[in-house]
């Protein structure tokens, strides 16, 4: 970018005599006052005489360039301007424009239109002839820049006043650029921190160069994980409104659960475990940093004043007689053998760790509530829905505030779920499904996976997770991220509605549990509780079975793991940090449950 081309390369300055220099002539042009946009590089065109004061009849400049760093066809494309300055704004003289003489190729050419008389007089020292700007398209593509030294002696012509006057042309051209170009390709340095949650209003902080003082037509792109990464990455872009900041070194940025996908916003798609992309005028930059996203939460999108799309929270609310969700099963599913008490192992699990208010009921509720029951039903799949799918839970939600200043949207009404019936053998038993997980689901597995959509959940492309976008395995429990994601929108629906629009969600209080399969399980005791330095925890059980206690933080990360033999032990907990934990039994037959401690 810094050479000087001349006649030929290598071509080193010749000394003329008092006799030579007369008869010899020559012109430079130099691109200086190079400054950058984040899309744009503008410069200064300067123009000098190598030799003697000329006057300026005709000057040309030649430039090929790589179509895949600016363009094709600049001229034509816009992605080359030009602006009178200097010389060239004497228009009574000059006429100042750009051709395309192919397609990677582009003439800049200052034509005398006038008279004689005013043409400008080139000396040796640096004058300004005209401005203009490049637009670069993949600043990380070889510039490819040159200019055709051998056309530009055809094009560049100074005035001799000898003999009543004529064009001559130059017999020396030479150009000095200054672009540096590396220079200025977006960097991404970090990003921070690097453990987020999608739909929460997380924010990811990006730290690099080169990424623009404003935002202009510039985005970051997310991993996307509403299908995992098995076909390879899709790459979503946050809404407009979901950009906290943009600078030239740091750009701050939600973490978001409703996406731009294909020029389309859509709740599809949402933010999941990856690495970050910044998208600087065509040019894409991706981060050497893996962000986790340790949970999606369900959010949706509304035009805001001016039409522009802005996301929203969603949350759970009051939908039946205590404050929460009835959910009640079809025939077709209390005919399927064990379904229903599958069904119920899950819900269990589910709401006993996270106090998420759903409740199965036989009878018919009043009839204000009958449009806000929840079903869950054993058939055909809804229309639409892929034929490889073997389970779909579908929420309704109402809108009760979207002005333009509305954190929420609304709240969910109620959830349809569906069950296969069709090519489906269902496992429903308490015993673990046969290894041949094709020919053999496990009902419990997907019911809690299920459950977890109706608890607001997305899926994320964590492996390990309950919410995995493909349930390839029996999991019976949840992980640290679906139990963190769980908790967060149980909080959020038990919270005051800052809209003052719907009425809060109670929590669901986990006593005690019926599952069937587990008959030596009876209930948990723990004592005290708020705890101060230890606690003491009993069940009731068949003594020769052994137990694992497990503690989890309320943001699921596990702080102590015991193995209980006697259905009683003493935990110490003198040196745990006060606030709400989670105490999870697992037990030898693979059931887990749940129940809430507190230390003060």
């Not at 389970?391 to 349809?416: K, R, S």
């Not at 673990?432 to 996976?449: K, R």
């Not at 800052?498 to 809060?504: G, R």
């Amino acid at each position: 970018m810094y050479q000087k081309i001349a006649l030929t390369t290598g071509q080193q300055p010749e000394v003329l005599n008092a006799s030579e220099s007369a008869i010899r002539s020559g012109v430079r042009y130099a691109f200086k006052d190079v400054t950058f946009d984040g899309s744009k590089f503008t410069f200064n065109i300067y123009a000098n005489s190598l030799i003697d004061n000329k006057k300026l009849y005709q000057s040309g400049i030649i430039m090929g360039y790589n179509p895949d760093f600016f363009g094709d066809s600049i001229a034509t494309n816009g992605n080359l301007e030009l602006q009178t300055a200097g010389i060239s704004s004497s228009i009574s003289t000059y006429s100042l424009s750009k051709t395309d003489l192919a397609a990677n190729k582009v003439q800049i050419q200052l034509q005398t239109v006038g008279s004689v008389s005013g043409l400008s007089t080139l000396t040796t020292s640096e004058q300004l002839l005209a401005s203009g700007s490049l637009t670069i398209e993949n600043i990380f593509a070889d510039p490819g820049l040159f200019y055709d030294i051998d056309q530009m002696l055809a094009l560049n012509k100074f005035y001799n006043t000898d003999a009543g006057g004529f064009p001559q042309l130059f017999d020396t051209v030479v150009v000095d650029t200054d672009f540096p170009f590396e220079l200025y390709a977006p960097v991404i340095d970090s990003i921070r921190p690097l453990s987020l949650r999608a739909g929460t209003s997380d924010v990811l902080t990006i730290y690099g160069t080169n990424f623009g003082n404003t935002q202009g037509s510039s985005y970051v792109e997310f991993t996307d994980a509403s299908e995992g990464i098995t076909n390879g990455v899709n790459w979503i872009q946050p809404l407009t409104k979901d950009y906290v900041s943009w600078g030239e070194n740091q750009i701050k940025v939600v973490v978001p659960s409703v996406c731009i996908d294909n020029n389309t916003t859509t709740t599809d798609v949402y933010a999941g475990t990856g690495k970050i992309r910044v998208r600087v005028s065509g040019s894409t930059v991706q981060s050497d940093e893996k962000l986790t996203v340790r949970f999606a939460a369900y959010n949706t999108f509304y035009p805001d004043s001016g039409g522009v799309d802005k996301r929203k929270i969603v949350r759970l609310a009051d939908w039946n007689e205590n404050r929460g969700y009835n959910l009640y099963y079809t025939n077709e599913l209390k005919n399927l053998t064990g379904g229903v008490a599958a069904f119920e192992r899950a819900l269990n699990t589910w709401r006993c760790a996270t106090n998420i208010n759903f409740v199965v009921i036989d009878t018919t509720p009043p009839s204000y509530l009958l449009p806000f029951r929840c079903r869950i039903h054993y058939g055909a799949l809804p229309a639409g829905v892929p034929t490889s799918t073997k389970a779909t839970t579908t929420p309704t939600f109402d809108a009760c505030a979207n002005g333009p200043n509305a954190v929420f949207l609304g709240y969910m009404e109620n959830f349809d779920m569906v069950f296969k019936s069709s090519g489906i053998n269902w496992h429903t038993a308490t015993s673990m499904p046969t290894l041949n997980w094709n020919t053999e689901l496990d009902f419990e597995s997907f019911a809690l996976h299920e459950l977890g959509h109706a608890g607001l959940l997305r899926h994320t492309n964590n492996g390990d997770d309950l919410m995995y976008y493909r349930v390839e395995e029996y999991k019976r429990e949840l992980e640290a991220n679906d139990l963190e994601g769980g908790i967060y929108e149980k909080d959020l629906g038990i919270s005051n509605d800052p809209n003052n629009c719907t009425t809060p969600m109670s929590p669901y209080l986990c006593t005690n549990s019926t599952d069937e399969g587990d008959q030596g399980w009876k209930f948990i005791k723990v004592v005290p509780n708020p705890i101060s330095e230890q606690f003491y925890i009993e069940f009731e059980c068949e003594s020769n079975r052994d137990f694992q206690i497990t503690i989890l933080a309320i943001d699921g990360q596990m702080v102590l793991q015991n193995q209980i033999v006697r259905c009683r032990d003493v935990i110490d907990f003198k040196n745990f940090e006060p606030g709400v934990y989670i105490v999870k039994i697992l037990t030898n037959a693979g059931i887990v449950h749940y129940g809430k401690i507190i230390k003060g």
